[in-house]
Structure formats: C-alpha cells, structure tokens
C-alpha cells in the first residue's frame, strides 16, 4: 500500500502480488485506488486482508490530514476524533481491525495553532488515547503509535524525561471473571428422611 499521482492529487492505492508456484513473486498489476471521493490520501498500514489505513483530505472533512480506514471492497471511513482535533494518520491496522495512529489536538481556551500530538488507537468505531491507558505517574506522554500486531502489541514514539524516546505497548491480560464450579453435578441423592450428598464448591478466581 503506498500512494501514486492519480489525476490532480496523490491517491492511496494497493498493489497486489501473486507467487507462482516455483516461488518467484508475480509482478504486480495496475494500482488499484483506496478513495474515489478524496482530494488526496495516503495509505499508511495494510493488514492481511488488505484493509488499509491512512490518512485523508476531502470537502466533507473540517480539517486536512483526517483519519480513515478502509475495509478490502469497502469505501474508506473516517475515523472518530475528539473536538479540537487539527489533524491526524491512522498509521498501521492489525487483522482484527484495530488501528493505531496519532492526533494532533489544539489545547483548551487555543482557538489557533496545531495543538500537541497524542498517540490514538480505534477499536470499535471509538477513538481512545493512549495515554489514558498507562499509569498517571509513568513519566511518558505518548505522541505517535506506529505498529500495531495482531497480539495487540504496540511500537510508537513519545516524551520520557524531556527526551523522545521510543516505546512499546504490551496489553494486560484480562482478567479472570469470578464464578464458582461445583463438583460433583450429578449422582447426588438426598432423601426426605434426612439422608445427605456431599459435594465440593471451588472460587475460580480471588
């Protein structure tokens, strides 16, 4: 996925690339265009369902630079963006369709000026900060996702002691949903002259 010249502006396209049987790759066939109703587009990640994602600008977009993904056969769908959004990339997309990116978001009380970027990630048509999903006291503000596998980990860039540094995402493991199990479930007979059946209740989680 890449961007070509297509007609007056720069167009994201896909190219698509067979292997023969011998293991040679077949060359590619003619760019086959993400948007038909942008001004331009990028594309920035692909997953292997040619999903692609990138970034945009049309005339029904308040702002340059907006977010979009792109299901494989489907028209491109701009992204959700919180107020005081300036611009934005959605930068890679994983299999189950999560994409990660940035935001470039002006301050409260700014009427003008870009803003600050922050790292974004969108997961069932919600846009969500990044930073909002690590500890208050880490010392990091996040600024750019770029990578997203389909594990769910996370590679971008971000501040930490002033410096830019580089960081990674590994997601928590859910956690365990309460419940009991009861054992024996069957087998067990009690009677109406007080005759008794044992049986054992275990917590599946603390």
């Known amino acids: 996925v ?7 502006g720069d167009q994201a396209v896909v190219w698509s690339i067979g292997l023969a049987e011998d293991g040679t790759l077949i060359p590619p066939g003619a760019p086959v265009p993400v948007l038909t109703s942008a001004t331009w587009s990028y594309g920035l990640g692909i997953n292997n369902a040619m999903d692609v994602s990138g970034n945009m600008e049309s005339e029904s977009v308040v702002f340059s630079n907006a977010p979009f993904v792109a ?3 489907q028209e491109a769908e701009l992204l959700p963006t919180p107020r005081r959004t300036t ?11 999560i994409a990660v990116g940035s935001l ?7 009427k003008t000026g870009p803003g600050h970027e922050y790292a974004y990630l969108w997961k069932d048509g919600e ?3 990044l930073n909002t999903q690590i500890s208050d006291d880490s010392g990091w503000q996040l600024n750019r996702a770029g990578v997203i596998s389909n594990e769910g980990l996370i590679g971008g860039y971000g ?3 002033v410096d830019i540094r580089g960081f990674q995402l590994i997601p928590n ?8 199990t009861v054992s024996p479930t069957s087998g067990l007979v009690t009677t109406e002259s ?4 044992s049986f054992d209740v275990v917590l599946d989680s603390e």
């Open 2 to 8: 890449c961007s070509s010249d297509l007609h007056s």
């Open 71 to 73: 299901i494989a056969g």
């Open 87 to 97: 611009s934005g990339a959605a930068r890679d997309i994983n299999d189950a369709g």
């Open 104 to 110: 470039n978001i002006r301050d409260p009380g700014y």
């Open 127 to 129: 846009a969500i900060d």
């Open 159 to 161: 501040q930490f002691d």
């Open 173 to 180: 493991e859910p956690p365990t949903s309460p419940g009991i």
């Open 194 to 197: 007080g005759g008794t059946a």
